[in-house]
């Protein structure tokens, strides 16, 4: 299992490419329990508060903006939800997004302040589905600052097969499209910048998890096996961050606190 910490050369690998593998975070039992407590979600088993749940249920025919609509509630008993967000209310997850290695990240990103969670999340494609995400940058204009940091954790084996994540290395130095409320490249701009020389496809196995750059550019394709590929992503940023549409952000770490014992 992962060290709770990074090393100095780990972080220079991270700065200069704008993600770093941090191996395995979770056993055989962690990786069984985060799987079937999604798994019960999606199925509406769950004991928890649904209406504070933002869910969509996968496009029927790959393209991004087929998705469905990103709501809060349950949306039908399917495995075929696209993404499931604000899981830090489920106390199995919370855990998770609290883990001593998380909060030195963050500090030696962020420093001594509060961290604030941007959004934790569950991203699934689908056995034969899934839904082509395109090339953009982690980042929304309607804050006041941009989160720096997110953790994927691959549930299911990530292939290329099955739609990893592809990201072009050392992209991260600079915001391509400002204007862009969410920070998705144009067509052409994709197509200058992510040619298949450049690209890079992050294959994992379940239970690992890699550390990503918001700004790194990166899109995953369709599922095309028969194999599901199920991830956990959280965004950390910035505790005193502010929201133009008004919204408070979960508190993960205190200001100038030290990471709890693993």
């Not at 100095?8 to 985060?34: I, N």
């Not at 600052?145 to 990893?164: K, S």
């Not at 920070?183 to 379940?206: I, N």
Request: net charge negative.
């Amino acid at each position: 299992m992962a060290s709770d910490t990074l090393t100095e050369a780990q972080w220079r690998q991270y700065e200069r490419d704008g993600y770093l593998h941090l191996g395995r975070l979770l056993d055989d039992r962690q990786l069984a329990a985060m799987q079937q407590r999604l798994d019960d979600i999606m199925l509406g088993k769950a004991d928890i508060d649904y209406g504070r749940m933002l869910m969509q249920l996968d496009s029927e025919t790959g393209k991004y903006e087929d998705a469905g609509v990103q709501s809060r509630g349950h949306k039908g008993a399917t495995l075929n939800y696209r993404k499931i967000q604000d899981l830090e209310i489920d106390p199995l997850f919370l855990a998770f997004i609290r883990r001593p290695l998380f909060h030195h990240i963050c500090r030696r990103v962020h420093g001594p302040g509060p961290i604030g969670l941007f959004r934790a999340m569950f991203m699934n494609k689908p056995a034969g589905k899934g839904t082509w995400l395109p090339w953009h940058q982690d980042r929304w204009t309607d804050l006041d600052r941009d989160p720096q940091i997110t953790i994927w954790l691959a549930l299911d084996p990530a292939t290329r097969a099955n739609g990893c994540v592809q990201i072009i290395p050392g992209s991260h130095h600079e915001l391509l499209n400002p204007e862009h409320a969410s920070g998705f490249l144009t067509e052409q701009m994709a197509a200058e910048r992510c040619t298949g020389d450049r690209v890079r496809y992050v294959e994992l196995k379940p239970g690992e998890a890699m550390l990503l750059h918001n700004w790194l550019l990166h899109a995953s394709d369709r599922n095309q096996s028969s194999q599901s590929r199920r991830a956990f992503s959280i965004c950390y940023m910035d505790g005193h961050s502010v929201s133009k549409r008004g919204e408070n952000f979960f508190p993960v770490f205190d200001a100038d606190s030290e990471p709890a014992n693993a």
